[in-house]
C-alpha cells in the first residue's frame, strides 16, 4: 500500500477535546464514500481495510500475503427503489464483481445486516441469489433492523440463525482469530439507539472468557458500537459493557455498517470501522435534515463508491487512518 | 348469453349502491365526531411531535420518508405495522390521558399524543 501511507502523514490529531484520539478534523476526515465492499486482512493480528477498487497493481501482492483475507458488505437494502438508487440490484452485483475480481479469494463474506429493506421474503432470496455469484461462498450474517421488521426476526433467523443464540448471535473461529456476530437491533427502546441486552451481553462474557489475550478478536453487528450520532440514534447504549469484556484482548476489530459511510476510529485496543453501503449513500452526522438515504446527481452513484482506502496501523496510540480523497 | 350479461349489470350496479351507502354514512360519521388529525413522518421526525386532541378524535401517521417507519406506543396499547413510503396509520384515542410513542425502526423518533 504505497501512497496511503504518506496520505495519512497529514492525518496527526489537532484537538483530542474527548481524548478518544479523534479531533473534529480527523474525524471529518476519517468520513468518506467507500467502496461497495472493503476487503479485510489479518496481518500479525492487525487488521488492515483496503477499499476494493484500490486493490490494483502493486498493492495485489501485500493484500495476497496476509494470514487470513475476508471481505465484509453491508446495507444491501433490497427492494429499496427510490431516487438514491433504483438498482440495488446491479450496484450489488457490482459488489459482488469487485469480491470476484479480487487477486486472492477471501475465505468468506461477513454482510453487516440491512441485507433487505423490508424484510420480504423476496428482498432475501434476490440477496442470496446474487452472493451466490461471489468467490467466497461463506457468508456470515447478522441483522440489521430493516431485516426483522414485522416478525421480530423469525423470518431472519429461519434464514441465516439456525446455529445462532437468542436473536442471532454467535461466534467461530478463523485461523486462530476469533469473530464473534452480535445483534443490536432488536428490542429497541422509546428514545434509545441500538441495544445488545443482558442476555447477549451474558453469553458475550462467556464466550470470551477462556480466550488468551493474545488472540485476535472481530466483532461484527449492524449498528456501530460506538456512539458516532446520538441525535440520530447512530450508537449502541450498552456497547461499553460489551467491549469491556473485550478489554484483555491485545487486538479488538469492530465491523459495522448502518451509516452507509466509512469511518474509522481507535480507541485504546480496539479499532472500529463502518463500512459503505451497496446500496444508497447516507449524510455525514448531522449535514442534512435528516439521517435518510442522499441523493446524488445521476452517474455520480457508482463514482462515489469503491475509491477510499483504509488501513491501520499497529500501536497503541496510532491514529487509524482513512484516505479519504474522491474520485 | 344475454342473460349472463344482465345479471352482471344488475351485480355491478349493487355493488355500486352499495359502495355509495358505506361512503355517505363514513361522511355521517365525520361529521358527528371530532376531525381526524393528521401527523406527517419527514426526516425522521414527527410533525407534530406533541398533539393535544380530544377523546374520539383519530390520528392519522403519514410517512414521507424514504426510508420505512412505524408508531408503536411506549406502552403498547398501539402499535402500527411497518409503513412504507406514504403508507399511512390511524388510531383513534377513546381515553383521556398522555399516549407516548415512537418508531421502533428509528428509536431515537418519538412522539406523544395528549388526550383530553
Known amino acids: ?327 | 348469453m344475454r342473460q349472463k350479461k344482465d345479471l352482471l349489470d344488475l351485480a355491478v350496479v349493487t355493488l355500486l349502491a352499495l359502495l355509495l351507502s358505506i361512503a355517505g354514512s363514513a361522511r355521517a360519521d365525520e361529521a358527528a365526531n371530532p376531525p381526524g388529525v393528521a401527523v406527517k413522518i419527514d426526516n425522521f421526525t414527527f410533525g407534530p411531535s406533541t398533539l393535544v386532541v380530544a377523546r374520539g378524535t383519530t390520528v392519522t401517521w403519514t410517512n414521507g420518508d424514504d426510508i420505512p417507519h412505524t408508531i408503536v406506543a411506549t406502552d403498547k396499547s398501539f402499535k402500527s405495522k411497518v409503513l412504507d413510503t406514504d403508507e399511512s396509520f390511524s388510531y383513534t384515542f377513546e381515553n383521556p390521558g398522555t399516549y407516548p410513542y415512537f418508531c421502533s425502526i428509528h428509536p431515537h423518533m418519538t412522539g406523544e399524543v395528549m388526550v383530553k
Not at chain 1, 479480487?102 to 432475501?124: N, Q
Open chain 1, 1 to 327: 500500500m504505497r501512497d496511503e501511507r504518506d496520505d495519512s502523514a497529514d492525518d496527526v490529531i489537532l484537538h483530542d477535546h474527548h481524548h478518544d484520539g479523534v479531533d473534529r478534523r480527523g474525524f471529518l476526515k476519517c468520513m468518506a464514500w467507500a467502496g461497495t465492499g472493503a476487503l479485510y486482512v489479518m496481518q500479525g493480528g492487525v487488521l488492515k481495510s483496503y477499499a476494493m477498487s484500490a486493490l490494483k497493481g502493486g498493492s495485489e501482492t501485500a493484500v495476497a500475503s496476509g494470514e487470513l483475507s475476508f471481505v465484509q458488505i453491508s446495507d444491501s437494502h433490497m427492494g429499496f427503489n427510490k431516487a438514491a438508487n433504483q438498482d440495488v440490484v446491479g450496484t450489488l452485483r457490482a459488489a459482488v464483481d469487485k469480491i470476484n475480481a479480487l487477486p486472492v479469494a477471501p475465505a468468506f463474506m461477513l454482510h453487516t445486516g440491512d441485507i433487505t429493506h423490508l424484510s420480504r421474503p423476496e428482498e432475501f432470496d434476490t440477496v442470496d441469489q446474487i452472493l451466490k455469484g461471489a468467490s467466497a461462498k461463506d457468508v456470515f450474517f447478522v441483522p440489521g433492523e430493516h431485516d426483522v421488521l414485522g416478525d421480530d426476526g423469525k423470518q431472519y433467523l429461519e434464514r441465516y440463525g439456525k446455529a445462532a443464540q437468542g436473536s442471532g448471535w454467535y461466534s467461530f473461529d478463523a485461523k486462530g482469530v476469533h469473530f464473534i456476530g452480535l445483534v443490536n437491533v432488536m428490542n429497541l427502546k422509546a428514545g434509545g439507539m441500538g441495544s445488545l441486552g443482558p442476555e447477549q451481553l451474558e453469553w458475550l462474557e462467556r464466550d470470551v472468557k477462556h480466550r488468551r489475550s493474545s488472540t485476535p478478536i472481530v466483532v461484527f453487528a449492524h449498528i456501530p458500537l460506538w456512539t458516532v450520532y446520538p441525535e440520530w440514534g447512530w450508537g449502541t447504549e450498552d456497547s461499553a459493557q460489551a467491549l469491556s469484556y473485550l478489554r484483555k484482548f491485545g487486538s479488538v476489530s469492530v465491523l459495522n455498517g448502518h451509516i452507509h459511510q466509512i469511518m474509522q476510529k481507535v480507541e485504546g485496543n480496539v479499532t472500529f470501522h463502518t463500512a459503505a453501503s451497496t446500496a444508497f449513500p447516507q449524510p455525514e452526522p448531522g449535514k442534512a435534515a435528516s439521517p435518510g438515504p442522499m441523493v446524488v446527481p445521476a452517474g455520480e452513484l457508482r463514482g462515489l463508491l469503491g475509491i477510499t482506502n483504509a488501513h491501520y496501523v499497529k500501536g497503541k496510540h496510532a491514529l487509524a487512518v482513512v484516505d479519504s480523497s474522491l474520485e
